[in-house]
């Protein structure tokens, strides 16, 4: 392409070009472009591309609105399915509910009816009259009193008591005339039990007291040490019942040698009267 003239060649003002014409808005005037074959197939060219370059970018525009318009579709019609799925669980989940409401309904009028025609023909007691007669016979576990305590189990703690004593008690070395002397249990015999009730706590204990001889080269010694059972109770057949756990009394300063009691009456101020509470000796059967 060959421009003869940029400005008017009349009146020097800017050129303007229509259709395949420059033309002057100034003067009026218009100049012919002298076109040669290869400026027209060149301009050719560049209108077929430029045409293909505009229908790529359309149709571009069109693919983008396409998918555009699918995407909004595909989660528009995941929605309506969500909310359809929720709506029937919904209705599922009230359905079995209304359901099972009505089958208990009917289970505990059932059951009513049932127990009413029992009142009725005096087969079944009244409601009140089975709590009432619960109530009148239940017993506080820890209510103990003597006379519940039976032989069996006085004999029963004995043993046990014995038994624990006898695991505890070994030797003591003791002191003599500035020799140390050893003294082995000999012998651990009962002395007597006790029964012993603390409102204040609710407990009830049973203290076994024994008598002990210690033997030695230089003669024998007798002492005394006691047992403790704790949380004597009535089982639910309203039996005195004991878990057999006895535990070896604390000893107080005046022990010999923190073992046992010289003074048979400070084991019993110390083992018995210090629980606190009434103590009832327990007989043993002959």
Same mark, same amino acid.
């Given at each position: 392409?060959?421009?003869?003239?940029?400005? &008017?060649?009349? &009146?020097?003002?800017?050129?303007?070009?229509?259709?395949?014409? =420059? &033309?002057?808005?100034?003067?009026?005037?218009?100049?012919?472009?002298?076109?040669?074959?290869?400026?027209?197939?060149?301009?050719?060219?560049?209108?077929?591309?430029?045409?293909?370059?505009?229908?790529?970018?359309?149709?571009?525009?069109?693919?983008?609105?396409?998918?555009?318009?699918?995407?909004?579709? !595909?989660?528009?019609?995941?929605?309506?399915?969500?909310?359809?799925?929720? !709506?029937? !669980?919904?209705?599922?989940?009230?359905?079995?509910?209304?359901?099972? =409401?009505?089958?208990?309904?009917?289970?505990?009028?059932?059951?009513?009816?049932?127990?009413? =025609?029992?009142?009725?023909?005096?087969?079944?007691?009244?409601?009140?009259?089975?709590?009432?007669?619960?109530?009148?016979?239940?017993?506080?576990?820890?209510?103990?009193?003597?006379?519940?305590?039976?032989?069996?189990?006085?004999?029963?703690?004995?043993?046990?008591?014995?038994?624990?004593?006898?695991?505890? !008690?070994?030797?003591?070395?003791? =002191?003599?005339?500035?020799?140390?002397?050893?003294?082995?249990?000999?012998?651990?015999?009962?002395?007597?039990?006790?029964?012993?009730?603390?409102?204040?706590?609710?407990?009830?204990?049973?203290?076994?007291?024994?008598?002990?001889?210690?033997?030695?080269?230089?003669?024998?010694?007798?002492?005394?040490?006691?047992?403790?059972?704790?949380?004597?109770?009535?089982?639910?057949?309203?039996?005195?019942?004991?878990?057999?756990?006895?535990?070896?009394?604390?000893?107080?300063?005046?022990?010999?040698?923190?073992?046992?009691?010289?003074?048979?009456?400070?084991?019993?101020?110390?083992?018995?009267?210090?629980?606190?509470?009434?103590?009832?000796?327990?007989?043993?059967?002959?």
């Amino acid at each position: 392409m060959k421009l003869v003239n940029l400005t &008017c060649p009349n &009146c020097g003002a800017p050129l303007e070009k229509i259709g395949d014409n =420059l &033309c002057c808005n100034a003067c009026g005037g218009a100049f012919a472009i002298d076109y040669d074959d290869a400026d027209v197939e060149h301009e050719k060219l560049l209108t077929e591309d430029e045409r293909a370059a505009r229908e790529f970018e359309h149709e571009k525009e069109l693919m983008q609105i396409k998918h555009q318009q699918e995407e909004e579709a !595909k989660i528009a019609a995941e929605k309506r399915e969500h909310s359809r799925q929720f !709506k029937q !669980k919904v209705g599922r989940t009230v359905s079995n509910k209304i359901k099972g =409401l009505i089958t208990l309904a009917i289970i505990v009028l059932f059951f009513f009816g049932c127990y009413k =025609l029992g009142v009725h023909m005096g087969v079944t007691p009244k409601v009140s009259d089975i709590i009432e007669s619960a109530t009148a016979t239940q017993k506080d576990p820890y209510s103990v009193e003597v006379g519940d305590i039976s032989s069996e189990l006085i004999e029963e703690m004995v043993s046990s008591a014995e038994t624990t004593m006898k695991s505890k !008690k070994d030797m003591v070395t003791d =002191l003599v005339d500035y020799e140390w002397v050893d003294y082995k249990i000999g012998s651990i015999e009962f002395d007597s039990i006790y029964f012993i009730k603390n409102p204040e706590d609710s407990k009830n204990n049973v203290v076994v007291i024994f008598k002990l001889t210690y033997n030695s080269d230089i003669g024998d010694k007798v002492t005394y040490d006691a047992v403790c059972f704790s949380d004597l109770k009535y089982d639910s057949e309203d039996k005195v019942i004991c878990d057999f756990d006895g535990d070896l009394m604390y000893k107080g300063s005046s022990a010999w040698h923190g073992d046992s009691y010289e003074d048979r009456d400070q084991c019993y101020r110390e083992s018995v009267s210090g629980k606190g509470g009434s103590a009832t000796e327990l007989k043993r059967e002959a």
